[in-house]
């Protein structure tokens, strides 16, 4: 299984743009990484994902790595709905569509 | 369109009683999945299902049962709730075979024993 690391904590100022590092360095060749982030008392929302190269989409971009051991989710404008807890997940072996999460990155924004 | 829909939101069970969380989704997706998440913590995979009639174990299955009779519904079944327990359950699905395909998640089920 894919295991990933990311920092506990990140504090932004709003509409500053925000890099969310994350660490996955047993990644296999066909995992694709995933951004999953967690407003406060909701579950789970899809942010991103990708395979190798850069992605974009209307909530944010993820920068890969060339040796897909290590992602950069990045916010371009954050603002006080972005507060959450910003989730780098890994998947499960074989194609079953496990999710495996770690303990993820608390980002605040700053008024 | 409902996508993942889960009840009840809140449950206060007694040590020993057992019950069932309840989770549908109408997005026609194969996988689905149960969650845990503790205070301050990530999610730990219960149980998942990847298709009807199929189920596995995930990180911590013990104390928890679930059946997928249809492509639609998963349910948790506590077997004997104990006061380690107490978290909030989260329900997911996903459609199978992509794994560049995303996860939708329900609102969340927040359980407690006492």
């Known amino acids: 299984d894919a295991k990933t690391t990311q920092p506990n904590s990140m504090e932004s100022n709003e509409e500053e743009p925000v890099h969310l590092p994350c660490n996955h360095s047993t990644i296999s060749g066909t995992d694709y990484i995933h951004w999953y982030r967690q407003l406060p008392s909701q579950g789970p929302e899809y942010v991103i994902h990708g395979l190798t190269s850069n992605v974009n989409n209307r909530m944010a971009s993820l920068a890969i790595a060339e040796d897909r051991k290590s992602s950069t989710l990045i916010l371009h404008r954050a603002t006080l709905r972005d507060a959450a807890v910003y989730y780098c997940?890994?998947?499960?072996?074989?194609?079953?569509?496990?999710?495996?999460f770690g303990q993820g990155t608390t980002l605040q924004v700053k008024p | 369109n409902a996508g993942v829909t889960q009840t009840p939101k809140f449950q206060v069970l007694k040590t020993g009683q057992s019950m069932t969380l309840q989770c549908a989704q109408d997005?026609?997706?194969?996988?689905m999945s149960w969650y845990r998440q503790d205070p301050g913590m990530g999610l730990r995979l219960i149980h998942y299902s990847v298709g009807a009639g199929i189920t596995d174990q995930g990180e911590v299955p013990n104390g928890y049962n679930v059946s997928r009779s249809t492509t639609e519904d998963f349910p948790l079944r506590l077997l004997s709730a104990a006061p380690s327990q107490t978290s909030v359950y989260f329900c997911a699905s996903s459609s199978l075979g992509r794994l560049n395909t995303e996860a939708f998640f329900g609102q969340g089920t927040r359980l407690t024993v006492v």
């Open positions: 997940v890994g998947h499960g072996s074989s194609n079953t569509g496990k999710l495996i």
């Open positions: 997005m026609n997706h194969e996988y």
